[in-house]
């Protein structure tokens, strides 16, 4: 009888492992838990106690109005052997990392010339940055403290912007105890995924970094069944996922994710906690339309689970409420859809061959289409650059999902006939492919990283200005006065619908309106004086993104790609969800143990940089200290 009972209870406690197993990667099964905690010894407990265990044992540690968080100048600073405290109760000694930048092999103390000239050579490929634990693609945002001197020479190097110290995450213990170490003792938090960041949201002076990059387990389901009704395929990825290793695991299963275009993009990280458009975005919408649930770290220091029946308004916030605001991610679980061919066409235009009247008259043309391209559910990424008085158009690709190239053709027909009738010569490039894969594959290059003088801006533009001849014209003129004012542009044709099949979520509701996300630039001189890069800003900001917004009243930017500089930013990149959002921050953040510039909830807090222009060098402090 006992031994009856025995058995039994093994199975019923297998079948629990089961379940579980079905669901959690080997690395979220390695969990910090309440009870373990308490049996540390009292110096421990206190370092890695979770945000609500013993409040009667440990006062926490109060900060004033107008305090900063601690930084490594501040005698609350954590001492070498807190240090060593948390490298211990790491997964692996080797998980944590003192920050060093790359680049300090070019300058004394540590200075190698032949490793500074390999790393100069690597320096614009975008892997040189993504594969180490604190570079960015947009170092601006760093403070540009320490590049290579053929680069941008910054006299000496020092950590400026970069981290102080790095918890590279093997497991979801290791981010429930950099948090919680974080939070005790008052030191700014930052999470980096691959630092594609536009904005600087992956650096930050002083910061304990939480690295995801090498989460990169992924699982196949064949029939998930979720109990709020959805049956099918899904795919299951770690936060480290990036755009290349996910769209080949899918092809490999039959299957198209809606992620970005972009190769190295990280897609559990700051893309799809944004939002995250893709090419697939006019039949599917936006990437986080299709999440079935996340596991998370939250800023208590609990891995939890935020599905449609569990944890619901955290569910519903990281579907576009923004990445390094929430929490951590520790994987995503999403719908995928079965694969399809995809028919691309790419073409250029340039004004010192075709004539500047005709090159207008040509751009025009396309950008009059942007309703018929996106309900015939095509997706394309457009490059527009001026090279000294003339305008070079690169359309790099037309991406037509599901379409061969007849039906392609028939979309594209009026178009090229108007190019006909301008009598613009014109030899565009069409290529069938038969699954998804080799067509992303083959049609969106590498993309080089941002370069150390560039600052982004964006918008959403709704249909409602492709609807009439006026509509048209007065959209196009704005562009095209951007254009001639030198700046760049970068213009997806899109519809991101939300499927009445997918639930509400936290998406800037200026998506499902909008027809273009257009992306634009100002080149700052990081070596002028911050006066001058401060002006030069605010030409961007007040200037060219004014007429922008004054021709798009209503609408919004794309977080994701947006100017660090966004006025009114609460309600351009989150409209009426705003408010949703920002409760759901306060009650799950009371101490703001995350925080990004320009997040849900960031308004109490700013970054006092060391030179007064915008970047992450320089101590958050509170707003009115
Ligand atoms: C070359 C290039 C191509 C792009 N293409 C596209 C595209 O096709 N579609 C599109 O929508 N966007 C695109 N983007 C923008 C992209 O979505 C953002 O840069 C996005 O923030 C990248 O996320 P990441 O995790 O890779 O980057 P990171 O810079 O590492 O992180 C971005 C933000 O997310 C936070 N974060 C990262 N991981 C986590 C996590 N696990 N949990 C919580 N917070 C986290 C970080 O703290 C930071 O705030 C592109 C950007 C670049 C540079
Ligand atoms: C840097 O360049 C060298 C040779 O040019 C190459 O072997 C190395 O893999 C590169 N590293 C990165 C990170 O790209
Ligand atoms: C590094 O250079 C900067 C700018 O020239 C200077 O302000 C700073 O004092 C230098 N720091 C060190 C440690 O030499
Ligand atoms: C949500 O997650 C919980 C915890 O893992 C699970 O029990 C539940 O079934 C999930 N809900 C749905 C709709 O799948
Ligand atoms: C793709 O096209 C086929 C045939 O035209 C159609 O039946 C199918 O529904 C389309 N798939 C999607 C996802 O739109
Ligand atoms: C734009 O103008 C507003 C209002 O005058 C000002 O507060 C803001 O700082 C300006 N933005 C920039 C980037 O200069």
Not at 72 to 99: G, M, Q
Not at 280 to 299: C, R
């Amino acid at each position: 009888m006992a031994l009856h009972l025995a058995l039994f209870l093994t199975a019923a406690a297998l079948l629990v492992a089961f379940a579980q197993s079905q669901t959690l990667f080997g690395y979220e099964k390695t969990q910090l838990t309440r009870k373990y905690v308490a049996s540390l010894p009292q110096e421990d407990a206190r370092l890695f106690a979770f945000e609500d265990q013993f409040e009667d044992r440990f006062e926490a540690t109060a900060v004033s109005a107008t305090e900063c968080k601690v930084n490594p100048t501040d005698k609350k600073w954590p001492a070498e052997r807190a240090w060593k405290r948390l490298e211990s109760r790491l997964s692996s000694p080797n998980n944590l990392i003192a920050a060093v930048p790359q680049a300090s092999v070019c300058y004394a103390p540590t200075r190698d010339d032949a490793q500074c000239q390999q790393l100069t050579r690597n320096w614009t490929n975008s892997y040189t940055h993504i594969d180490d634990p604190t570079e960015v693609l947009s170092p601006i945002y760093q403070g540009l403290t320490c590049q290579p001197p053929l680069i941008f020479d910054s006299g000496n190097c020092t950590i400026g912007g970069y981290p102080a110290y790095v918890v590279k995450a093997t497991a979801v213990s290791d981010i429930q105890t950099a948090i919680n170490f974080a939070r005790n003792d008052n030191l700014r938090l930052i999470v980096k995924n691959t630092g594609h960041d536009f904005a600087g949201h992956s650096v930050g002076y002083g910061a304990l970094s939480i690295w995801t990059h090498v989460l990169k387990d992924m699982m196949f389901f064949d029939n998930y069944v979720d109990e709020s009704g959805y049956k099918g395929p899904a795919i299951k990825a770690g936060a480290g996922v990036q755009a290349f290793e996910l769209y080949k695991f899918a092809n490999e299963h039959g299957v198209v994710a809606v992620a970005g275009e972009g190769q190295t993009v990280g897609v559990m990280g700051g893309f799809l906690l944004g939002g995250g458009h893709s090419p697939l975005s006019s039949i599917y919408g936006m990437a986080s339309d299709h999440v079935l649930g996340f596991e998370v770290v939250t800023p208590i220091g609990e891995f939890l689970t935020a599905n449609s029946t569990s944890n619901t308004d955290l569910f519903w916030a990281l579907k576009g409420g923004g990445g390094g605001t929430f929490g951590v991610v520790t994987s995503v679980t999403f719908k995928v859809y079965p694969d399809m061919p995809v028919t691309t066409v790419s073409w250029t235009l340039d004004s010192s061959k075709i004539g500047k009247d005709k090159f207008w008259a040509a751009t025009k043309a396309f950008f009059d289409r942007a309703i018929d391209n996106v309900d015939a559910e095509t997706y394309s990424y457009n490059s527009i650059i001026p090279i000294g008085e003339n305008f070079l158009s690169i359309m790099q690709p037309f991406f037509a999902p599901n379409k061969t190239a007849t039906q392609l053709n028939t979309i594209l027909g009026p178009y090229f006939s108007k190019l006909t009738a301008l009598n613009i010569p014109f030899s565009p490039k069409t290529t069938e492919y038969k699954t998804f894969y080799p067509a992303w594959q083959a049609e969106f290059p590498l993309e080089p990283m941002s370069g150390t003088n560039s600052a982004t801006a964006s918008r959403l533009f709704p249909r409602s200005n492709f609807v009439s001849d006026i509509g048209k014209t007065t959209t196009f003129a704005v562009l095209r006065q951007t254009l001639e004012s030198g700046k760049p542009l970068i213009a997806f044709n899109m519809a991101p619908r939300l499927l009445p099949s997918n639930p509400d979520n936290a998406i800037n509701p200026a998506w499902r309106t909008s027809v273009y996300h257009i992306i634009t630039g100002a080149t700052i001189d990081p070596r002028s004086s911050p006066a001058t890069q401060l002006a030069a800003r605010a030409a961007l900001t007040n200037g060219t993104m004014r007429a922008w917004r004054d021709v798009t009243p209503g609408s919004g930017a794309y977080l994701n790609e947006a100017d660090r500089l966004e006025p009114d930013w609460q309600r351009s990149f989150w409209g009426a969800n705003y408010e949703r959002l920002v409760g759901i921050k306060r009650e799950m953040d009371r101490r703001d143990v995350f925080w990004v510039d320009r997040g849900v909830g960031s308004e109490g807090w700013r970054v006092e940089s060391v030179d007064g222009v915008p970047n992450e060098n320089g101590p958050l402090c509170r707003v009115g200290g």
